[in-house]
């Protein structure tokens, strides 16, 4: 079992690194590939196991395996811009508007001012669900979001190029999506996602509150420091 567990793993490796099978194209089912090498669905489990841990493969309980994304990844200190992203791994952007609404703040919200614009949306890369993400907007510190409907560009695109930030604070925790987080991200319920909250401020009046969930396989975070030098006088 051994050498043919790593033959189908090689083989499925090499469609996808040769750009014959493409990110999020559907894997040949377990059962096809036992036909197609003759082999116990033991062996065939095996291979697509160890292609799932290399991240080349997503595996999907019930609907089967398709062809992984390749991560974006973002160092933990920006603001991204998501579209930029997207488009800088080669990929399509795209955006949908799910909600958006304009309200009081409540006790925990009094940060950023007395209202807010609530906005809803989905990220997509390649016509794939990318990143889920809900926002809250201050309308003390950028009251020209009242007319914004947010329709055609995501809020956080639109911030960066209208609010500019003086502070920021991030969040990042690993969940386990919950039902409308899977629909959302045509993910199965409880499947890994990654979390990023954050919060940003400028010149002390809160700009924004903002929670975007990407499926655990498609994002990571980066960090580059340096350790902390310890003087003695």
Known sequence: ??????????????????????????VPTEAELQAEYGCARMTVSKALTDLSARGLIVRRRRAGSVVARPPVHSAVLDIPDIAAEIAARGMAYGYERLERSERATTADEAWLGERVVAVACLHRADGAPFALERRLIGLEATPEAAGEDFETVSPGGWLLKRAPWTEAEHRIAAVAADRETALRLDLAVGEACLKLERRTWADGR???????????????????????????R
Request: proline share 6%; aromatic share 12%.
């Open 1 to 26: 079992m051994s050498s043919l567990h790593r033959r189908i793993g090689a083989d499925i490796e090499r469609r996808i690194l040769s750009g014959e099978w493409q990110p999020g194209a559907r």
């Open 206 to 232: 809160g700009v924004t509150w903002a929670w975007q969930t990407f499926p655990g396989q498609a994002y990571d975070l980066v960090a580059r420091f340096s350790p902390a030098r310890l003087e003695v």
